[in-house]
């Protein structure tokens, strides 16, 4: 018996019966020689962290824009933290952790630079030129593993990380191909789903105190007395409450529970996410993004390489695929006057996607 059959084995003797077995795994869209040693989840998060898109995210805001300090979230740190949450919580209610953690890593690879500030401008420019779906990243990143990575191959992962990959976001998300989503399908995607608010809600939370966006006389007492005095007891607080609150009929958390954390994120939205400083730096970023989609979409238009609906795609697919500093490297390089003689480091195309 080799390696994964072996594992499959012990899934099956150890996971609780509504787990997501690799064994019994849909399947992919191309069929391939099972792995000798992996198991077809461990296969996708390997296949997940070797991709170009996933090492992007290491240069791609969080919620602070452009963060100078070294301690700040970025896309890349955030995708941590949330695997990590995930894992805890599978371990503990004894589901698929390889599953989740696939899912967790590839969760946020089709996000903007500029965080969701880039998002809202892509999505505007989607629908101003006829993608009546507009752009939203669980989507795109469901297009980055199956479309785009892998020189336009895909990574072609099981059905349940696709899955779990789309339906990651509150909230339906609408797809290009005309379906809808909504709660995933495995008990693991519903456990990612839960650790990203988990994760972000407490480390946005920590980074405003960091970057001095609020204080601690600022934040509501029910945050300290009623979630923890720091940030590990709080990400603590909710996980413990979620694993007693989950099993056989899904993942989810007490109602008194919940109703902190929609104050938690109702605070977060009027303090942070929409603060004066914040809404200061989004006209900037939809100059810098719309400037370089006018210019690239000329450019398409004058070498006809594509239909003009695939024009919007590609550019959209480029875009997003940016990290902050490409795209405001290649807004400097095409608009910013130069110096006669041109420096040397504007010269340089120095692409990244």
């Known amino acids: 018996m080799n390696i994964r059959k072996r594992w499959e084995d012990v899934e099956k003797s150890i996971l609780a019966p509504w787990a997501s077995k690799s064994a ?120 980055v593993v199956v479309h785009l990575e892998n020189d336009g191959k895909g990574l072609n992962l099981t059905q349940e990380v696709l899955d779990g990959i789309l339906r990651h976001s509150k909230g339906q998300i609408s797809l290009r191909d005309g379906l809808w989503s909504d709660m995933p399908v495995t008990h693991e995607g519903c456990v990612v789903r839960l650790a990203d608010s988990i994760a972000y809600l407490n480390h946005d939370l920590d980074d405003a105190l960091r970057a001095e966006l609020l204080y601690p006389e600022n934040i509501p007492s029910f945050v300290f007395r009623d979630l923890g005095a720091t940030h590990g007891q709080r990400i603590g607080s909710i996980v413990e409450d979620v694993v007693a609150c989950s099993g056989a009929e899904g993942v989810a958390m007490s109602d008194s529970m919940l109703n902190l954390v929609e104050e938690l994120r109702s605070f977060l939205y009027c303090r942070v996410y929409a603060d004066e400083r914040a809404k200061l730096e989004e006209p900037r970023v939809e100059h810098v993004l719309k400037t370089l989609f006018t210019m690239l979409l000329k450019d398409k238009r004058e070498k006809q390489t594509m239909e003009e609906g695939q024009h919007i795609i590609s550019l959209l697919d480029f875009l997003s695929g940016m990290s902050d500093r490409y795209a405001l490297f290649l807004f400097d390089k095409n608009v910013v006057p130069s110096p006669w003689p041109l420096e040397k480091g504007r010269r340089s195309n120095n692409r990244e996607s």
């Open 24 to 143: 019994d795994s849909r399947g992919r869209a191309r069929q391939e020689e099972p792995c000798p040693l992996r198991t077809c989840y461990q296969r996708d998060r390997d296949r997940i962290v070797h991709s170009k898109a996933f090492r992007r995210l290491k240069h791609k805001t969080q919620v602070l824009l452009l963060p100078e300090g070294d301690h700040f979230r970025t896309r890349l740190t955030h995708t941590l933290e949330v695997s990590q949450i995930a894992r805890t919580l599978s371990r503990a209610l004894r589901l698929n952790e390889d599953l989740t953690e696939a899912i967790a890593l590839g969760h946020d690879l089709g996000h903007t630079p500029f965080g969701h500030m880039g998002e809202r401008v892509l999505d505007k420019l989607a629908r101003d030129h006829g993608v009546k779906e507009g752009f939203h990243h669980a989507s795109q990143s469901l297009r």
